[in-house]
């Protein structure tokens, strides 16, 4: 079965400089690659996703990366904010009608003022 | 998100007590899911359900026990609770999770003392 693997479990950076987590998967059939980020107190949510088809995807100050050789992917914030700070997961699931989707264990990213 | 709520919010109850979570939603999704949370492991499945006649195990289903009595209705249950099941409990729902975005619930914070 799939199994993802997430880095760093916690990361701080100053507030208007970039943060980078990494995750890596198992499942050569993953095809889907979401990311939820979860604040203090409050349900995750995705804020980004990506599939097997495309290299890359942007969304303002958000970015993910794929590499399906290497078999991981990445999630970039560029000029972060106060307001991201929060838990960080990223998931993998192969395409399948009976397919489930498997978390990492999450990034708790502080920014730093 | 409104649309997929949790009853109750918080519980404390003592070991050996039964317990039932339950999820109701109204997006109309067929897929349902529990998820545990426990600081630095993620988010790890217990059960899902991809209809109303379909109940499968996850990665961590020992102790647990689930009831899909609609559409939009999941139950988990804890027939005799034990210390080590305190976490944060979320229930999602998704159309697909091979392409599709997974929608949670506001979880359910439970203490078994």
């Known amino acids: 079965g799939e199994n993802v693997e997430q880095h760093p479990s916690t990361l701080s950076v100053q507030e208007g400089d970039s943060a980078v987590i990494k995750c890596t998967y198992s499942?050569?059939?993953?095809?889907?690659f979401p990311w939820y980020k979860q604040e203090l107190g409050k349900r995750p949510q995705l804020i980004i996703d990506?599939?097997?088809?495309?290299g890359e995807k942007k969304d303002q100050r958000i970015a993910v990366t794929l590499n399906k050789t290497a078999k991981h992917f990445s999630l970039h914030i560029t000029e972060t904010q106060p307001e991201d700070s929060a838990v960080y997961f990223c998931a993998a699931t192969p395409y399948s009608s009976a397919s489930k989707i498997i978390f990492g264990s999450g990034t708790r990213l502080s920014i730093r003022p | 998100d409104a649309d997929v709520t949790q009853t109750p919010r918080n519980r404390i109850t003592k070991t050996g007590k039964r317990i039932m979570l339950e999820c109701s939603q109204t997006k109309g999704h067929d897929r349902m899911y529990w998820y545990r949370q426990d600081p630095g492991l993620g988010l790890r499945l217990i059960y899902y359900?991809?209809?109303?006649?379909?109940?499968n195990k996850g990665e961590i289903s020992d102790g647990y026990s689930v009831s899909r009595q609609a559409q939009a209705k999941f139950s988990l249950s804890l027939e005799s609770a034990i210390p080590n099941q305190t976490a944060l409990y979320f229930c999602?729902?998704?159309?697909?999770?091979?392409?599709?975005?997974?929608?949670f619930g506001p979880g359910t914070r439970l203490t078994v003392l």
């Open positions: 999602a729902t998704s159309r697909d999770p091979g392409t599709d975005t997974q929608y």
């Open positions: 990506i599939r097997s088809n495309v």
């Open positions: 499942d050569s059939a993953s095809n889907y």
């Open positions: 359900s991809f209809d109303v006649k379909d109940i």
